[in-house]
């Protein structure tokens, strides 16, 4: 069965960067492109960006141009996501979402980041 | 690229029916076929329940149907059941390679 497994929760301070991993198995990861969704607490969804595993091309929203790579590596079917600078406003729950259809299909099960002094 | 804007909150009483509205532009709900709508629980990740405004993924229940007109998506959950309670979010194509997301909708059962 198609599954996204995510690294473990992370607190980061102020200026740092994370890099949050996204395993997955069950289909042909090469296939199907991986998007980022993150969720601030209490709060609604917002789309960060994707990767096509396949090329390495992305497309990431102007809100995090500059700030934020997503990459992959087909070797151990695994995305990744690196956002630099954290704020306090960073801290969410970011989610790998498969995409399929104009959609998102499977979601992994989330990878809290705390960004706190 | 602004939130499409959902009501906050809905409700019905179990067997009622509930609609919630997702609206946008011509540049992303009227522009594209491509609104889908997920229903997340509490500690939860979402699930996509209507993908291409109103296609079902297998194993959702066909009490949840989608619709759109003009530059404004909908959901429709027939037949509620108490574990429908749940956040609601839609999300839209919006060209460019770029997509967004509603801000979300509350439906409680009553």
């Known amino acids: 069965q198609v599954q996204l497994v995510q690294s473990g929760a992370e607190v980061q301070k102020p200026g740092a960067s994370v890099k949050v991993s996204c395993k997955a198995s069950?289909?042909?990861?090469?296939?199907?492109?991986i998007h980022w969704v993150r969720q601030a607490p209490g709060q609604g969804l917002e789309w960060m960006g994707r990767?096509?595993?396949?090329?390495?091309?992305?497309d990431y929203t102007q809100k995090f141009q500059g700030r934020v790579t997503m990459t992959s590596d087909t070797s151990i079917s695994t995305a990744y996501m690196e956002l630099r600078w954290l704020e306090s406003d960073d801290t969410a729950m970011y989610y790998c979402?498969?995409?399929?259809?104009?959609?998102?299909?499977?979601w992994g099960q989330g990878t809290l980041v705390t960004v706190s002094s | 690229q602004s939130a499409l804007t959902q009501p906050p909150s809905a409700s019905g009483s179990p067997g009622q029916s509930v609609t919630i509205s997702c609206t946008g532009t011509s540049n992303d709900v009227g522009g594209y076929n491509f609104v889908s709508w997920y229903q997340q629980h509490p500690g939860k990740a979402p699930k996509l329940m209507v993908y291409?405004?109103?296609q079902r993924p297998s194993g959702v229940p066909n009490r949840f149907s989608g619709s759109k007109s003009g530059n404004t998506a909908s959901l429709t959950v027939s037949g509620l059941q108490a574990e429908d309670e749940a956040d609601y979010y839609c999300s839209s194509y919006a060209g460019n390679n770029i997509w967004v997301f509603g801000g979300g909708t509350k439906l409680t059962v009553l």
């Open positions: 979402v498969r995409d399929r259809a104009w959609s998102f299909d499977y």
């Open positions: 291409e405004v109103t």
């Open positions: 069950g289909y042909g990861f090469t296939g199907y492109k």
């Open positions: 990767v096509n595993p396949n090329s390495g091309v992305t």
